[in-house]
């Protein structure tokens, strides 16, 4: 087992890349924000070194890095040029983040009880999914179902819920429907 004994605070994410050769983290260390590693333990690029780092994903197609932090901001980056393309404030804090499989959505989790569906290149919200409780815990929302048509969230409360949303990026908010607790 290989230890990264090189931060200051937690490490709060991992995501592997599509190589399974080097991996991702995300930590609340500034100074080691995101950043990717090879199996020796060896920090091989370091993105950010000025926020806290809550969540990291890597789509599976490899072109988008994104992190959220702990004051309300989602960070996308160009994972293989390495760049930095741009911010989003997100006016609530963000739990979790997942990227659909077709590496064009970005789902967000907040602590309003809201998570928000964002089109990656054009930045726009493009679905809300309300209900959840959230409030200590970090909550987490994610794709699913064939075409990966629902979205299914936990939640502090007695239920879960999945949702089901349109054909990603076909229609708006408004064709959200839930359809059952947990």
């Known amino acids: 087992m290989q230890e ?15 190589s399974g050769e080097t991996f991702i983290t995300g930590s ?62 997100l006016n609530v804090r963000a739990t979790s983040l997942s990227i659909s499989r077709d590496s064009r959505y970005i789902l967000v989790h907040k602590l309003d009880r809201e998570a928000i569906l964002i089109d990656i290149e054009t930045r726009e919200t493009v679905q809300k999914y ?8 970090t909550i987490r929302s994610d794709f699913g179902g064939a075409n990966e048509n629902f979205v299914i969230s936990g939640s502090e409360g007695e239920r879960g819920s999945v949702t089901r949303c349109c054909s990603l990026g076909r229609n708006t908010a408004s064709g959200a429907n839930k359809i059952g607790l947990l």
């Open 4 to 18: 990264l004994s090189t931060f200051e605070q937690p490490v709060s994410s991992c995501v592997w890349t599509a």
């Open 28 to 89: 609340f260390d500034k100074v080691k924000s995101v950043c990717e590693w090879d199996l020796h333990g060896q920090c091989i690029y370091t993105w950010a070194q000025t926020y806290r780092t809550e969540d990291v994903a890597l789509s599976r197609d490899q072109r988008w890095l994104v992190a959220i932090d702990d004051q309300c901001n989602l960070h996308v980056y160009h994972y293989g040029s390495r760049e930095h393309l741009y911010d989003l404030t």
């Open 130 to 137: 309300t209900g959840h409780v959230t409030g200590q815990f």
